[in-house]
């Protein structure tokens, strides 16, 4: 699999140093041969093929499709405001060296995405450990947007860094090295309300030189390998394992089972963060009678409940930890243990 991805980037680097032949058909028979059957001529999102383990799939036989009057030589940069559900929308630019910045990127923690469930696992499946990435739309090194909240997806370590960030470094270098032109643009997909993005459709083609330089149309999938994902919450939890019991009622449809297949399920014996993290039952509590909530209030542990901000785990009083929590920088108190649920925190096992 690592090498399919090299030989792909390398493959389609080719186009930044300018081929003789035809582009079109050269992205085309190239991403057609390297990843097999993972080219099509469809032009709509509509349509995506399901994840089966490539990064991407080149659409519309990899040709973009940007109105001949934005073909310009003048730089910009548009992003759509957040949908009701808080989520992105398309971002477009044409980059040019005047819109790249000249500092390191700022902080953006500060931005909480759509579906921001983060949770961490172990390094040796995801890199860095934490599952998700704030991911850019239009990638900072070339537009230098920092915490702009239009710009900034869930989306996983794997497709930020394996699967999206080839292809802004196939632009930023034909920039800097040409001082040319390339419009860019940038569509996350969703299924329904689904809070997290499925993946992005990236679109780029080089001004100045008809797209000699740079031209592409691919979906990129937001999957991270061994781990399963819930795109309608954000919850994740790793392939092989069951999945967390106070969500089972959620469409099947919302995962992202074909990881599974990616790594031995060996790895569910690790000693990984268990996936019971960021539960989410609410909504059934809503339709409880009156009766049914007193009922559970009186079984819920009485006192301070301590949680810890940055794992989302809960401890009552006369747990493990418990009083070591007090001085954490990390400390947020509850009422009850209910409250610690609703707002997304889970229960310390011991």
Excluded at 88 to 106: F, H, S, V, W
Excluded at 110 to 131: E, H, Q, R
Excluded at 138 to 149: F, K, M, P, R, S
Excluded at 326 to 339: A, M, N, P, T, W
């Amino acid at each position: 699999m690592k090498l399919l991805r090299f030989l792909m980037v390398f493959l389609l680097s080719l186009m930044l140093v300018g081929c003789e032949a035809d582009d079109t058909s050269l992205n085309n028979s190239l991403l057609g041969a390297v990843k097999g059957s993972t080219t099509t001529t469809d032009s709509s999102v509509n349509n995506i093929p399901e994840y089966s383990g490539e990064d991407f799939v080149a659409l519309n036989n990899n040709v973009p499709n940007f109105d001949e009057k934005d073909k310009t030589t003048t730089s910009f940069e548009t992003y759509s405001p957040l949908d009701s559900l808080g989520r992105c929308g398309e971002a477009y630019a044409n980059i040019g060296r005047d819109l790249m910045p000249t500092q390191k990127r700022g902080d953006i923690s500060s931005v909480k995405p759509s579906g921001w469930l983060n949770k961490k696992y172990d390094t040796s499946l995801v890199d860095g450990g934490y599952i998700y990435n704030r991911c850019h739309l239009i990638g900072h090194q070339l537009a230098g947007e920092d915490a702009n909240e239009r710009n900034l997806i869930t989306g996983t370590r794997y497709f930020n860094v394996d699967g999206m960030l080839p292809f802004e470094n196939m632009i930023a270098d034909y920039v800097k090295e040409t001082n040319n032109h390339v419009l860019f643009r940038v569509t996350p997909v969703y299924d329904g309300d689904n809070l997290v993005a499925k993946g992005v459709q990236m679109e780029a083609y080089s001004v100045e030189d008809d797209g000699e330089g740079v031209m592409f149309n691919v979906f990129v999938y937001n999957v991270q390998p061994g781990i399963e994902i819930d795109y309608a919450t954000g919850e994740s939890w790793l392939s092989g394992e069951e999945r967390p019991a106070n969500n089972k009622s959620n469409s099947n449809k919302n995962y992202n089972k074909s990881n599974s297949n990616k790594v031995n399920n060996n790895q569910s014996s690790n000693n990984y963060s268990n996936s019971n993290n960021y539960s989410q039952n609410n909504k059934n509590n809503s339709n409880k009678n009156n009766n049914s909530n007193n009922s559970n209030s009186s079984q819920q542990s009485k006192g301070v409940i301590r949680g810890n901000s940055k794992s989302k785990i809960y401890h009552c009083p006369g747990q493990a930890n418990y009083d070591d929590m007090k001085d954490s920088d990390h400390l947020v108190i509850f009422s009850s243990e209910q409250d610690a649920i609703n707002a997304g925190y889970r229960k310390a096992k011991r």
